[in-house]
Structure formats: structure tokens, C-alpha cells
């Protein structure tokens, strides 16, 4: 008998229309006098900044303010939040925004309790002390990062994205407030959901799934089916309910299971074209379910009957058919589906390959990739 | 547009055959020095007792035990665990059982950490201050006390059970070790699995049901319908595992959730006439499902598709056979499933039913139940 114990972890979770109103009375709940509030200048400009700040000086909460963070937030951004952390005496975390001002807070948050450099805690298990209260309100619905136990920061002399992997670095309330995609664009809503689906199907065939992370991946395959096409046509308010639900499901499981090479190559991808994190999977979870066929066969066999089930998938050419269709849906979604149609030459490829070969996400993908592998997968994505 | 927002909220869970071996690191992840240990006589006899004893004491840390626990723990136990804890000076709360030493050990901590006695605590969120760390390891897999925000005590003077409901009664850490179940008898582990099966369904009808309850609701239901039979028979370790998951889903389910009329009825039962709680659910789960098929009929042709996948259930009267099947199965199953086989008499069942309607999961059920209409379902399974 092999011992196998699997660990599942995630935060509180509030979850529903109207659930930002619930802010203050959860950063009450965990002892806040004085919070930093971290987001960024789209969340400005599309006013829920100031419609927190109101409520948190309404509850007569102090509040400092750090929003210096872009998109694939960068490690000397992090220092600069640390240090005003520091400086301001906060207690209570609270982040804004998609991936990057999450993100952002996290690093932030390690650095405050943990002193040193960001970049000191890439890889798994490396923070010792634990962090500041954390509240996160997600305003996309696929980073997953208020969710998760991942925090992706770039290194910009490396020119690459830290994967740092941690329990603690799970927040201890999620607010998901599906009301904050209505002031997203369709492509963003789009590209956010099918990272979200790239978490739901690299985890769900990970060597670390559970039944437990089986299971949110599940949910979220299928809601995917169902609201995706909705979603980008009408942005109903359904829909994008739906699609908040499945980055919530796909990350409770990669959060737990891990992810694979396609999250590999899109952070080294990442970390030196500065490029959408969430456009990256369109164009190479594709070529990654074909990578990976071999190793985790009847998985991806349950993924494209979960994704397309009027259909039959009874051997490796049904599922090579249904990775196209998956495909061809993506392309009627507007997205990229090449690699070329995003970098101007292949020149970077090799030394992106070897980044990725070191993170810590291929450690569990199903089948064991060398930087090879990693520059076959590009050249079919090409 | 209605606000709806919905809470999910559950400890880290370690899963798996041999997890209890990470018992030590995790009370010293809590901060343990002093550990609290609360049992009862059987897991004594089975041998566990020693052998978390053994781990504990290797690892250098005190540990104080409270067995003093019977099924259906009492107030007065609580009390007295409560006393023993304090004047010991203990710092974490490590609980190994069924839902009675589970629950007592979370009384124990309510009225350690909050003071007064724990009839003060009857009803939803009524706790104020944080109670200890907690380390639960369940032994049955059904009572779902080391994942939930329920606790269940007697009060011997009233003769009923109380239900005290927060968020802070989940444990920092669940560890299900389904090695666990291999010293239990047949008997206890299918009472567990119906107690399970109860959870799921009455917590998927719930009016408090959100996605992510849903969610786990199906999985129990899934796993508990292709493992009940295998694990009734042979015991295997398989279908023991999966029924530690059904127990573990269940409990994510109902804990956010909330129960129903199945529910406030067997611990009202059970707190008169001191029957052990699974054994309630056989009897009570069918009349309950015809009770509440009207105000949630499309919802529990799901669950009966769920348990019976190769048949329809397109109207009333395909629900009604189906649950008609259930009870057959619960016959062959060897467990009761009428009232008058575990009452001497219909006497108490006015006063049983008094005391349930006042039972803080009637809240959640889908129809709204009257002292009569109690009543009716009482006589309707005697």
C-alpha cells in the first residue's frame, strides 16, 4: 500500500452580488484599525477604489493606499509596498484588483513579516513567519491568487516570473463580488476565463489532484461549457456570475493540486515578453493537452467529455478531435491561438524553455518535461 | 435583483491512509506544548489512544487526556473538560473520535475561552471570543464535526440536544485517516454513511445551498451510492477511503449550508432517548424527502438521478418510487427504518416535536414546518 495524503487548504469565502458590502465588518472581524489597501489605476479609473475607500473611512477604519502595481507586478514594486507597509503601522491587508495587485499584496505581505528580498522566497514552503491579515476582492474571474497558495512576481534582472508557493500565502477571506466584471471588457472576461480553465484542466490531471481538488475542477469545467459563449456575447450578469464561479472552482484545485507546464512556460513567457498572463493559454493549452495525452489519458478523456458531452472519446484520436475543437472555440472567442501571432521571432524561445524547465510548476505535470519537450510544445503552439 | 451572498467555509484538511502521522507537526504548526487530548473509552480499547499518546509524548510535548465522554456528550461532561482544560494550562485541542468526543471537545473549548456554561451558547453565533487551536482526527466518517461549524450537545435537564452554530467552531485542522474506519463494525460505519447521506441531502435542499455546498452535496452522493454496498460487505479498505470522503464532502456541504427538519427531529430524538445519531437517519431521511418534495422537487429529482443514474425520475410519483427504493435499501442494509423499532411507545413524540421545531436547522429546510407537520413525518415512520 502506497501512503498518499493529500492536503486541501482554502480561505473564507464570501461569494455573491453585493458581497463588497461585506468589507468592513469581515476586516473588523480580524482586528483592522488601520488598513493597506493595495489595487492599481484601472480599478481607479473604473471607481470601486473610491467606493471602498468610502466605506472603509465611512466604518472610521484608517486606510493607506498603495496602488504602483502594473500588470505581472514587479519585485521592486513589492519592496516599495513593503516598505510603506512598514512605515504606515497597518494591520490588515486588503487587495483590489485581478492577479497583479493580489499578487502584489502577497509579496508585500511576505516581505513585511519576513524581511529580506521577494525574490529570497521562490519555490515551495520557504516563508517561516506567517503573514498580516489578508481580505482579497477579486475583479476577474481566473487568477485565482485570492484563493490560492500562489504568488507570481517578476524578477526584472532575470527577466522572469517567481513562482513562490506557500500555505501561507492563502488569504483568510475571499469576497468574490461577481458585480466587478461588469466593468470588464469581453476580452479580458475571456481571457481571464480560459486561464481559469487551463488551472481547471492542468490541475485536474496533476500527480498532486485529490478528490477533493478533482472535484472544484469539475465544477468548473462545467460551468465553463455553459456560460463561456453567454458570457462573451451579452455579458449577461448570469454568465459572468458563473464565470466567477469557475475561477473560484479552478482555483480552490490548483491552489491544492498544482499546475503543470503550460503555467511554466506562460510564466517565463510572462516574465520576459511582459505580456497578459491570461492570453497566454488560449494559445498553448492545446499543444499542452497533446503533450501531455500520454501520461494521463482517460483524465483528458473526462476533461473533453466534461467540455463536449454529446460526444464520444474513446481513444486518443477522439481526443485529439475535441483539443481541436477546443481550438477552433477559442479562435470564435477572439483570442490568440498562436505563438507567433504574440512574439516577433522564436529568437527567445530556448532561453525561455530553460526558465520554465526550473519552476516550480513542472513538478506536477503528469509527464515528466524536459527543456526539449518545453521547445516542442512551443514550436506546435507556434 | 435579489443580494445573495453566500459563506464557504472550511479548516485544512489533511487526507489520506497513514495521516495521522503528521498529527505532531501539526499541533506544533499551532504552537503545542501542551496538548489537550479529548477521546472516549472505545477508541481506547481500540488501541488508537496509545498510539497518538506514543506520538505525542515522542515529540517531547505534554498532553493532558479527557475521556470522560459518552455518545450524545453532556453538558456536564463539557463542563468538567472545560475545568481540567484550564487548570492544566493546555494550549491546543486535539480531538480523536466519532461526533461525540469531537463535539465535546469543541464545548470544551467554548466554555474555556468564553466562560459561563454552554447552554449560554445555544443557537447561531453566539460565541464572541476565539477558541483554541483545534486538531480534529474523525474516527467514523459521518458526524462531519471536524469540518463543521456545528457542535451537538445534550442538555440533561431539558433532555434535548442543543445545536450551537459558528464559524469559529471549525478546527484549524481536520486529518482524516481512513485507516481509522478498518476497527469499526459494520453497523457503526453504515449508521455513519446514512448520517452522511443525510447531511448531503438535507443540506443540498437546504434554502442556504450556494454552488459550492452544491458541489460537495453531489460528490458525497456519488461516492456514498458506488461505495455503500462494498463497504457494508467486505470492508474493503476502498470503500472505506471513499466513505471517509462521502463523510468529508457531506460535512463541507451541510456545515455551509445548514440542515432541516431530518436533522432537528434526530436531535431532538436523540437527546431524549440517548439513541445513537446515526441510527435516526434510516428511519427519518424518506419521510423527510416526502415531506419537502414539494417545495424542492426539481432538486430532489437530482439527488435521486444521482443514486439511481440508470433510471428517470421525470414526475412526482418517479421521486416517490425512487425514495421507496432507498428505504429498501437501507432494509437490506440491516439498519431500521421504522420508529416503533427504536421507541417503546408514540408518548414523547409531542414533546420530541416541541422541542425540534425550536431547533436552529428547521431554519434552513425548504418548507416551512409546523409542530404538526413533525408530528406527521414521526407518524408517517413509526
Known amino acids: ?6 492536503k486541501f487548504a482554502i480561505p473564507e469565502i464570501l461569494f455573491g452580488r453585493g458581497s463588497v458590502q461585506h468589507l468592513v465588518s469581515c476586516a473588523r472581524g480580524l482586528g483592522a484599525k488601520n488598513v493597506f489597501l493595495v489595487s492599481d489605476a484601472g480599478l481607479e479609473e473604473a471607481g470601486w477604489l473610491s467606493k471602498l475607500r468610502k466605506m472603509i473611512h465611512a466604518a472610521g477604519l484608517a486606510c493607506v493606499e498603495f496602488c504602483d502595481v502594473t500588470a505581472n507586478p514587479r519585485d521592486f514594486q513589492v519592496h516599495k509596498g513593503a516598505q510603506l507597509y512598514s512605515s504606515s503601522e497597518a494591520d490588515v491587508i486588503i487587495a483590489l484588483g485581478g492577479g497583479s495587485p493580489m499578487d502584489a499584496a502577497k509579496g508585500i505581505g511576505i516581505v513585511a513579516s519576513n524581511g529580506r528580498t521577494i525574490a529570497d522566497y521562490e519555490g515551495a514552503n520557504r516563508i517561516e513567519r506567517p503573514l498580516p491579515p489578508m481580505i482579497f476582492l477579486p475583479t476577474t474571474a481566473g487568477s485565482g491568487s485570492d484563493l490560492s497558495q500562489f504568488c507570481i512576481i517578476t524578477d526584472v534582472r532575470r527577466k522572469l516570473k517567481m513562482s513562490i508557493i506557500s500555505r501561507s500565502l492563502v488569504p483568510n477571506i475571499s469576497i468574490i463580488d461577481p458585480d466587478f466584471l461588469v466593468t470588464k471588457s469581453v476580452s479580458l472576461i475571456v481571457d481571464s476565463a480560459i486561464d481559469a480553465l487551463a488551472h481547471a484542466v492542468e490541475s485536474f490531471v496533476s500527480i498532486a489532484a485529490s478528490p477533493f481538488s478533482e472535484n472544484q475542477a469539475r465544477l468548473a469545467l462545467c460551468l465553463w461549457r455553459d456560460n463561456i459563449d453567454e458570457a462573451a456575447r451579452n455579458r449577461s450578469s448570469t454568465a459572468l456570475e458563473n464565470l466567477s464561479l469557475v475561477g473560484a472552482a479552478a482555483a480552490m484545485s490548483f491552489s491544492n493540486a498544482g499546475l503543470g507546464v503550460g503555467h511554466a512556460l506562460a510564466h517565463a513567457l510572462g516574465g520576459r ?18 503533450y501531455n495525452r500520454s501520461h494521463c489519458l482517460p483524465k483528458l478523456r473526462e476533461v473533453m467529455h466534461t467540455l463536449y458531452p454529446t460526444r464520444d472519446f474513446h481513444n486518443e484520436q477522439d481526443l485529439l478531435e475535441g483539443v481541436h475543437s477546443l481550438e477552433r472555440h477559442f479562435e470564435d472567442l477572439g483570442v490568440p491561438v498562436r505563438l507567433h501571432s504574440v512574439l516577433p521571432d522564436k529568437e527567445c524561445l530556448p532561453e525561455v524553455c530553460e526558465a520554465a524547465a526550473n519552476d516550480v510548476c513542472m513538478l506536477t505535470n503528469p509527464r515528466q518535461a524536459t527543456v526539449e519537450d518545453l521547445l516542442a510544445i512551443c514550436n506546435e503552439a507556434w
Do not use: E, F, K
Open 1 to 6: 500500500m502506497t501512503i498518499r495524503v493529500t
Open 273 to 290: 515578453l511582459d505580456l497578459r498572463h491570461g492570453m497566454m493559454h488560449s494559445i498553448l493549452l492545446p499543444a499542452v493537452m497533446r
